[in-house]
């Protein structure tokens, strides 16, 4: 089988999680951690999961699953060890078209969720296609070691000062040379060593004067608030 490999935007779409279990309470963060509006329909769960709810972080439902459930959902992980009721969450999200995940399941899923090495806005995900999430897991292990917190400083920076050419009207398609540029002149090492100075330098030198990298990342800052 091959997967269409593709990122969701799931900010603020009704996602549901079925099952309170350790595996459940994963998928919930993750869901979280992307804008999803979350229910979970469990008769039992996790201390993490009731801890959420407290929080109103969730909606949760102590109960059985019912196949009503899956109505008005964007997306639909079903995270429990029954395999009956893995087929009937499976079986009702087909019937209304929606996006559904099982866990450990890739025969009754339409999609598979990744291993994901993740650094702010710099994400890489590792598919096997669901033949080996052990592995997916391994290679995640190896690449976290390689690529660090600056990958997602420097996508903050490139973001603020694609913001500040937008917004100094230059045309989208005279960025490209001037991102490459940075990029094929370490701006990235020079990120990893915190060399500020040398980075306003380089700034200037490509962009022109009035681009220092303290005040861009606060305006990043500001704008992600």
Known sequence: MRYYPVNLDIQGRSCLVVGGGRVGARKVKTLLQCGAVVTVVSPEM????????AAEKITLERRPYR??????????????????LNQRIHADAERFQLLCNIADRPAICNFTLPAIVRQGDFVMAISTAGKSPAFAKYIRQQLETQFGPEYGTLLDLMGAIRTRLLAE?????????????LIHEDLLGLVRDGDSHRIDR???????????FDELMSANRLSGE
Request: aromatic share 6%.
């Open 46 to 53: 996790t201390s993490d999961i009731t801890g959420l709810a």
């Open 169 to 181: 009207e230059h045309a989208p398609e005279v960025h490209k040379p001037l991102f490459e540029q």
């Open 202 to 212: 380089l700034l200037e030198r490509v962009l022109g004067p009035g681009f220092v």
């Open 67 to 84: 196949s009503s459930d899956v109505k008005g959902r964007f997306l639909v992980i079903g995270a429990t060890d029954d395999e009956v």
